[in-house]
């Protein structure tokens, strides 16, 4: 599975953006998707997943809640990431990853494969 995250950009605080993690491949409706982002000299910290199987079920880690929306079309074997009310410690690398499990799904660790990354960038 071959992952291309885009979507980043420059915007004011409170602005929005819509990140978009296209697949290659034929099983993407079977994989957990996760966003997860890196700030200069920080360790990757997950944001959000979304995971097709038993249902659909998604997770965000407490900073976003409210504000972002992970969501999934199957049929474009892509996945999104909603951002709304954006703050300058938004600011970071996202990258968007593929997961053939669907358990600990917040652990960067489970995953399999992760697109290039793409530059979020919130001004005050």
């Known amino acids: 599975v071959q992952l291309q995250a885009s979507g980043g950009g420059l915007v004011q605080a409170g602005g929005s953006l819509r990140l978009s993690c296209a697949a290659s491949?034929?099983?993407?409706?079977?994989?957990?998707m996760g966003w997860f982002r890196q700030a200069p000299g920080r360790e990757r910290e997950f944001v959000a997943a979304?995971?097709?199987?038993?249902?659909?079920?998604?997770d965000y880690t407490d900073s976003v809640k409210g504000r972002f929306a992970i969501s999934r079309d199957n049929a474009k074997n892509t996945a999104y990431l909603q951002m709304n009310s954006l703050k300058p410690e938004d600011t970071a690398v996202y990258y968007c990853?593929?997961?053939?499990?669907?358990?600990?799904?917040?652990?960067?660790?489970?995953?399999?494969?992760w697109g290039q990354g793409t530059q979020v960038t919130v001004s005050s």
């Open positions: 990853g593929a997961a053939t499990v669907w358990g600990r799904i917040r652990d960067p660790s489970r995953y399999n494969y």
């Open positions: 491949g034929r099983t993407f409706s079977s994989y957990s």
């Open positions: 979304v995971i097709s199987w038993p249902g659909t079920i998604t």
